[in-house]
C-alpha cells in the first residue's frame, strides 16, 4: 500500500495571501495524484486530477504540481471559502490512499 | 443532477454485520460505476470499493473480504454489506459516483455515521 504523507499538518494563512501544501508519495504514482477539499460537516470535493488538472468548476486560483513522488498544492490568493482541510489521494496502485490531510486556518 | 443518500443503522454492535443503502437520484444506477469510501478520526480517509456498472467489484485488502457491494437496479440504490465488524470500523461511510478517465470520485453524498458499540 502506498503511504500518502501531507506536510504541514495545519497551515495559517491571512486572507489574499498565497498557501503552498504539499504531499509525499512512499512510492512513485507518477502524475496519478488528485485533491479534495473538505470543509466541516461535508464530503470531500474534487479539486485537483492528474497532479495538475483543475476538476470542473473549481477556480484557477487553485493549482497542482509535480510528479512522481513530490506533489503541491498552490492556492494563490486565498479567500474566506478555501479555509478547509486539503487531501492528497494517489490512485496509481489498488488501493486507492489518501494523506491524512492539511488544514488551512485563518492566520 | 446526480444525487446521493446514504443510509443505514448509526449504531451496530461489535462481531454484527454493517449494512448501507445509497439512494440515486438524477440518475441510472446502472450506467455509472461506484465507491464507497469512509472517514475515521484514527485512519482518516479510507477506500472501501468499487463497483463498475459491469458488474466488476474489488475492495480495500486491508479489509480481509469483510466487504460485499452490489446495486439494487430495481430500487436504483448502491449498497455495502461489512461483516464482522469492530470499532475500529467506526466512521463516517460516504458512497461516491466515478468520474472522468481515471474514474476519481466526483459526486458525494453527505455520509453516514456508524457507530460500532
Redesign the interface.
Known amino acids: 500500500e502506498i503511504m500518502m504523507t501531507q506536510s504541514p499538518v495545519t497551515l495559517s494563512v491571512s486572507p489574499g495571501e498565497r498557501a503552498t501544501l504539499s504531499c509525499r508519495a512512499s512510492q512513485s504514482v507518477s502524475s496519478d495524484l488528485a485533491w479534495f477539499q473538505q470543509k466541516p460537516g461535508q464530503a470531500p470535493r474534487l479539486l485537483i486530477y492528474g497532479a495538475s488538472t483543475r476538476a470542473t468548476a473549481i477556480p484557477a486560483r487553485f493549482s497542482g504540481s509535480g510528479s512522481g513522488t513530490e506533489f503541491t498544492l498552490t492556492i494563490s490568493s486565498l479567500q474566506s471559502e478555501d479555509f478547509a482541510v486539503y487531501y492528497c489521494q494517489q490512485y496509481n496502485n489498488w488501493p486507492r490512499t489518501f494523506g491524512h490531510g492539511t488544514k488551512v486556518e485563518i492566520k | 443532477q446526480l444525487q446521493l443518500q446514504e443510509s443505514g443503522p448509526g449504531l451496530v454492535k461489535p462481531s454484527g454485520t454493517l449494512s448501507l443503502t445509497c439512494t440515486v437520484s438524477g440518475g441510472s444506477v446502472n450506467t455509472y460505476n461506484w465507491s464507497w469510501i469512509r472517514q475515521s478520526p484514527g485512519k ?4 472501501i470499493g468499487y463497483i463498475f456498472y459491469t458488474g466488476s467489484t ?1 475492495h ?3 479489509l480481509n473480504s469483510r466487504v460485499t457491494i452490489s446495486v439494487d437496479t430495481s430500487k436504483n440504490q448502491l449498497s455495502l454489506t461489512l461483516n464482522s465488524v469492530t470499532t475500529a470500523d467506526t466512521a463516517v461511510y ?1 458512497c ?1 459516483s466515478l468520474g ?1 478517465l ?5 459526486i ?4 453516514t455515521i456508524v457507530i460500532v458499540s
Open positions: 482518516g480517509l479510507e477506500w474489488n480495500n485488502p486491508s460516504y461516491a472522468g481515471w474514474q476519481l470520485p466526483d458525494w453524498g453527505q455520509g
